[in-house]
């Protein structure tokens, strides 16, 4: 019987090789599975996309003070006059004086005035937007020391501007003093009876 010629025989070597070689990575393949690489990598990745995400901004809350119950807004209140006493009054004390009437009197009736508590919590709230929220930048506090702020200073004038003649506890004046909002009101609510009804004359 004649030898088998030398290219056949490295063939069948080569083969072995390789056929030894893929079942050492089946192997492996089944040793890995085993460990659930898979469910560790989209672990792995979860972490990694958590680590790159931005921290999410503080954001400060929206007050509606009508909704407040009389200890939210014993709270509320603790809150903004601090800001107002450590921070608006400290590094704005012009804003503050002509906001709030002591530009024109020693003392002011300013905290009697609802609408007057509203523009000083807006202004304190953009205030924190401006200057404390991480995703803020030189373009938030150019426009609340450009917009917000003398926006506030304007309505704090324009609120106080008829309480009394001045300012002052002793001076305060009810808004609806000598208004007679009832007949007004009753005039309002006619009206809309005629609008459901279809009485409205052509």
Same mark, same amino acid.
């Given at each position: ?18 056929? =030894? ?37 503080? =954001? ?51 905290? =009697? ?90």
């Amino acid at each position: 019987m004649n030898d088998q010629p030398k290219e056949i025989t490295a063939v069948w070597a080569r083969t072995r090789d390789l056929s =030894r070689k893929l079942d050492e990575t089946n192997q492996r393949l089944d040793t890995l599975e085993g460990q659930r690489l898979a469910d560790t990598v989209e672990e792995l990745s979860l972490v990694v996309s958590k680590l790159a995400d931005k921290p999410e901004a503080t =954001r400060f809350a929206v007050w509606n003070w009508a909704v407040m119950n009389p200890q939210q807004q014993a709270q509320a209140w603790e809150i903004l006059l601090d800001w107002m006493e450590k921070t608006f009054r400290v590094r704005w004390p012009r804003s503050y004086r002509e906001m709030l009437g002591y530009a024109e009197a020693p003392t002011s009736c300013w905290y =009697r005035h609802p609408d007057m508590v509203e523009t000083l919590t807006g202004l304190m709230a953009s205030h924190y937007w401006a200057f404390t929220d991480p995703e803020s930048g030189p373009l938030r506090v150019a426009e609340w020391l450009d917009r917000w702020l003398p926006g506030a200073v304007r309505q704090g004038q324009f609120i106080l501007k008829e309480c009394g003649g001045g300012y002052g506890e002793t001076k305060h004046k009810d808004p609806w003093e000598n208004k007679n909002l009832q007949v007004d009101l009753d005039a309002v609510r006619s009206h809309i009876h005629l609008l459901r009804s279809g009485e409205l004359p052509d």
